[in-house]
Every structure is written in C-alpha cells, then in structure tokens.
C-alpha cells in the first residue's frame, strides 16, 4: 500500500471510529484507562496514539492531511496568565534569569502576552527549577537562563516546556477526528471563543462581528478574556481557539506526505510556529489546522501568548 493510499485509509477510519458524530465531545478521552494519580494538577493527560494533521480544504501550508503518531504528553488546561508568569518571574530573577521581561496583560486570570519565544522557553526552565523539576532547554551543555539563544531541549526532562506542533494539533483536536474547531463542529461564534468576528473569507462564522463583547470589559485592546472563559474541548482543554496565539517549540517548515511519529518541525528556520487565533483574529485563523507562520521568535505582540506542556508525569 502506498503512503498516500495508507493516509487515505486512516482518515477513513477515524471517521468511522469517531465517538461522536454530532461532534459532541468524547467521553473522558484525557483520562480513559490510567488511574487520577497521573494526572498533574492544572494539567491534561493526552492520550498516545494516531491522528490526521492539518487539512487540504484551507491554506496550502495546511496541507496535506498526513498520519501523525503522538506519544503521551501533558498540556496545561489553560493558557499562561499574567499572575503565573509574575510569580515565576519573580523566583527566576533572584536565581540566574536576569532578563525576563515584565510581560503585558489585561488582568492577572487574562493570558500573559508580548513576550518572545526565547523568554517564555527561559521562563519555561525558571519554573521547572523552581519546583525542583528537570529544565527541557539547554544551551551550550548548560540550563538556558538568559540573552537570546537557540536551545536544544531534552524532551525526556519532566521539566516545563512548548508543546510540540503536533502535539498542540492533536490536543486542540479533543478526541474528534475530521472537524474543524476544537469543540468539534465545522462552525465558530462569539459564544465559543474570543475571536474577532466577520465576513468574507470566514464562511464557518456564525458571528456576530466585530470584537467579542466578553474582551470589551475594560477596553477593547487587547480584548483579551479571562482564561478558561469558554467551555473547554473533550479534553478539558480551554481556549484552544481565540483569545491569544500560542507559541509552539516547532520551526515553520511544509509537511511532509508521509506517516511521521512525534515530529518536532525543521532543524532551523526562520519562524516558530504559533496556533489557535487570537481576539483580534479572524475566525479562519481560529480553526485548529491553521499555522501562523509569521512569527519570528524575537517577535512580540498583544495578540500572541503560550501554555505548557510536560512529557510525563510525577
């Protein structure tokens, strides 16, 4: 059987196999089988196994649909807020993290934003070592702690860390195979996300337009909501669509036609990969194969945050 002919079956046979036509989500899929102890507080335990990344009916780099294999991983239910960034920033200036940047947000339960990829991988280490955990990213054969680098990241450290691109994709997915948005339908409105709202390209919208009346408190800018402000996906993960952009650890690179294991993106590159949409995004960018491929890891934005992953448990 031919690769392609070998991807074409398994996303017949997720189809097949979805748990919920509706789209609704599955049952318990983040806890299915292993006992609560686990399962890290604030974290959700994500399933090893196959699953269909990106899509052949939105951007070109989106495509083509390709089989992926995900080994067991921990993402945080919700994206990083301000009130966690300052507690760690705090701990990692008096202990070698000189130059965290103070970071920006709306309130303290809103995602942390305008910070760059090589601040939140330092902040990443800070708040491993800070609870006496293994640090991910190394430079030189030395825990990375400060100035601008290129890591390397031991991904067997139980340290804090970015998820990989296709552990994100296969997290926002929830279990459901062959939809969209991460609470599986085809179709996004206001009363799912924080996305800015509109027409044209964005034929999955049901709207309204404009900002999200929930990021209005206070302003409209950032419009940013307070995390976990939405219902989650069958995973029990929150704002996986709108809010702010999330960082990933990948390089932006194409895809590849054939069937690949724990992909970790291109070796070098210009561009770290972000997902998920923003507040200020449109709801095409919200779609869980949507790849930003525009963001330079020195670049920073109200519109871009993060959350954490972890490669195993306690």
């Not at 269909?52 to 807020?81: Q, R, Y």
């Amino acid at each position: 059987m031919s690769a392609l002919a070998a991807v074409s079956l398994a996303v017949a046979n997720c189809r097949r196999s979805r748990q919920e036509p509706s789209g609704k989500a599955p049952e318990n899929p983040a806890t299915a089988g292993t006992s609560q102890a686990t399962v890290l507080p604030g974290f959700v335990r994500i399933p090893a196994g196959e699953f269909i990344m990106g899509e052949s009916l939105g951007w070109p780099k989106e495509a083509p649909p390709h089989l992926v294999n995900v080994s067991t991983f921990f993402l945080g239910k919700f994206e990083v807020t301000k009130l966690r960034w300052d507690t760690v920033r705090t701990w990692g200036l008096d202990n070698g993290y000189t130059d965290l940047p103070t970071g920006g947000s709306k309130a303290a339960n809103h995602p942390v934003h305008s910070i760059s990829w090589y601040d939140i991988v330092k902040w990443c280490n800070a708040w491993s070592q800070m609870e006496g955990l293994t640090p991910c990213y190394t430079f030189s054969g030395e825990t990375y702690k400060t100035r601008i680098r290129t890591p390397v990241c031991n991904w067997s450290a139980n340290g804090y860390r970015l998820p990989t691109e296709a552990e994100w994709e296969k997290a926002a997915r929830g279990g459901v195979a062959g939809k969209r948005f991460p609470w599986g339908t085809d179709t996004i409105a206001q009363s799912l996300a924080n996305y800015y709202g509109g027409t044209g390209p964005d034929r999955d919208d049901l709207g309204p337009s404009g900002y999200n009346p929930i990021g209005c408190v206070g302003g409209t800018d950032p419009a940013t909501s307070p995390v976990g402000s939405f219902a989650p996906n069958g995973y029990g993960l929150y704002d996986m669509a709108g809010n702010v952009w999330e960082r990933c650890w990948d390089w932006f690179g194409a895809y590849v036609a054939v069937p690949v294991t724990d992909p970790k993106g291109d070796s070098l590159g210009t561009f770290r990969v972000c997902r998920g949409g923003s507040w200020s995004g449109l709801a095409c960018q919200c779609r869980i194969a949507e790849r930003s491929s525009d963001c330079g890891p020195e670049y920073s934005n109200r519109s871009i945050g993060f959350r954490v992953a972890r490669s195993s448990g306690p």
